[in-house]
């Protein structure tokens, strides 16, 4: 019998990999793979500093969507070149921030509204929960940014199914044990219970509000500034989720201008880091009103992107932020 035969008539029992005495178990549970096997990544807050975003400058999908802007929800034709443009200066704001910023960058065309990457995953300190988009238009999105977050090393821990639709722009955190989350045109309730049974997982509670009929989403009520300072729409709020925010500890400032367009683009910023925040241009009274609450106000354009029914807010997708202690829940 020559040696080959030898090593294969040898007993595998024993061997490292059967169990042997070279086997090496994986022991350190998925959260303390984080910044590991997986890249850097995560958010248990709307607050602390911001490290990297994912977005989308749109491309052709803009030039066919001007057609019927109507059927591609958008609000009016946009002019494409404006548009990039804009996206582009909003791009090198985060990154004047420190902020890293990754694209999509989708293999071919695309769907309209790509751009709206709030809409379509959401962080937990773990990893990313996909979108399932409401509407037929928006189907499939999900699936270019499932690629590119798999590409940067982000783990996917949730994909809806059944009947749930659900939108990122839908779930906020309000601290490291606690998420809100509203149900309305975007985000229905079997998505509110699988999203319910996965952060009961991470020992995370779901709160669940309802959003006023005739709203997109539960971005534009709520944005959250510091540890202790959150901003709601007057009015429209729902009052479980004033009373939650009080409850920890924050104070709740109301916005003077009631059904305001100026307003309603002005709420949909993104939180740079305590009290700092990236905000649309061209809006003084509600600048004004922000540095009165103390905020630093980082301003960028888009005035032509938000013909398409989103602002700076909508169009961030959140990958990562500064995070508080350590979580052990697995």
């Avoid at 096997?37 to 999908?61: F, M, N, Q, Y």
């Avoid at 995953?121 to 499932?146: D, H, K, N, W, Y």
């Avoid at 059904?259 to 309603?264: A, E």
Wanted: proline fraction near 7%.
């Amino acid at each position: 019998m020559d040696k080959q035969e030898k090593q294969q008539a040898r007993s595998t029992f024993g061997t490292a990999a059967y169990g042997g005495d070279q086997w090496s178990p994986r022991v350190t549970p998925h959260a303390g793979e984080i910044g590991g096997v997986w890249t850097d990544c995560g958010i248990d807050s709307e607050w602390r500093p911001l490290k990297s975003v994912l977005l989308h400058c749109p491309g052709a999908e803009l030039e066919a969507a001007n057609t019927d802007p109507e059927a591609a929800q958008m609000l009016a034709p946009l002019d494409p070149g404006r548009a990039r443009e804009e996206h582009a200066a909003m791009a090198e704001a985060y990154r004047a921030a420190g902020v890293a910023v990754h694209e999509v960058a989708p293999d071919g065309p695309c769907e309209p509204n790509l751009m709206f990457c709030a809409d379509l995953f959401v962080m937990t300190p773990q990893g990313a929960i996909l979108a399932r988009p409401a509407s037929t238009v928006r189907a499939g999105e999900e699936r270019r940014v499932a690629a590119r977050l798999a590409a940067l090393g982000v783990p996917i821990l949730k994909t809806l199914t059944g009947s749930a639709v659900f939108e990122g722009a839908d779930l906020m955190w309000l601290d490291a044990a606690t998420a809100v989350i509203g149900r309305g045109l975007r985000t229905n309730d079997a998505a509110i219970e699988q999203i319910r049974s996965l952060l009961g997982e991470l020992g995370v509670e779901l709160i669940d509000a309802d959003i006023p009929h005739g709203l997109m989403h539960f971005m534009s009520l709520l944005r959250i500034v510091d540890r202790d300072l959150a901003i709601c729409w007057p009015r429209r709020t729902p009052h479980r989720t004033v009373r939650a925010l009080e409850a920890r500890g924050y104070r709740v400032a109301f916005p003077p201008f009631d059904d305001d367009p100026q307003g309603y683009r002005g709420i949909n910023f993104v939180t740079l880091g305590p009290r700092r925040v990236l905000m649309v241009a061209g809006l003084p009274r509600v600048r004004d009103w922000f540095e009165n609450l103390g905020l630093e106000c980082l301003t960028t354009p888009t005035d032509e992107l938000g013909k398409a029914a989103g602002n700076v807010g909508c169009l961030t997708g959140i990958i990562g932020r500064e995070r508080g202690a350590a979580r052990t829940a697995d």
